[in-house]
């Protein structure tokens, strides 16, 4: 059975730091696509961040060069490392797994991805 299960959100201020997890069953975790993606209040879910199997990463713009994500093989966890917050990353954060690829990228759509996580809140205050 395929299970997600997101953590480490919390209440931070501007420019501060949260590392967030998404605990993977085994079957997720060898999807070739794992993914973070965020939905603030009101608004739809946007993409974060994939990653593949071998590690190889992507950002959305707004994001680029302040969060990472990365792979623990040895614990079937995903992670979120998100730096220099800003108000405007206030949102719910979701894990996702079996996403869709296109010649090896990973899709960046919510609607190819087959299993979610429920969320974590991350707020970021001024």
């Known amino acids: 059975q395929v299970q997600l299960m997101e953590s480490g959100g919390g209440v931070v201020q501007a420019g501060g730091s949260l590392k967030l997890s998404c605990a993977a069953s085994v079957d997720a975790y060898r999807a070739y696509c794992m993914a973070w993606f965020r939905q603030a209040p009101g608004k739809q879910r946007t993409f974060v961040a994939t990653?593949?199997?071998?590690?190889?990463?992507d950002y959305a713009d707004s994001v680029k060069g302040r969060f990472s994500v990365s792979r623990h093989d040895a614990e079937n966890t995903l992670s979120l490392q998100m730096d220099s917050l800003k108000p405007e990353d206030s949102a719910m954060y979701y894990c996702?797994?079996?996403?869709?690829?296109?010649?090896?990228?990973?899709?960046?759509?919510?609607?190819?991805?087959?299993?979610w996580g429920q969320g974590t809140q991350v707020t970021v205050s001024s």
């Open positions: 990653i593949r199997n071998d590690g190889t990463a």
């Open positions: 996702a797994a079996e996403g869709q690829s296109i010649f090896g990228t990973c899709s960046q759509a919510t609607y190819e991805y087959v299993q």
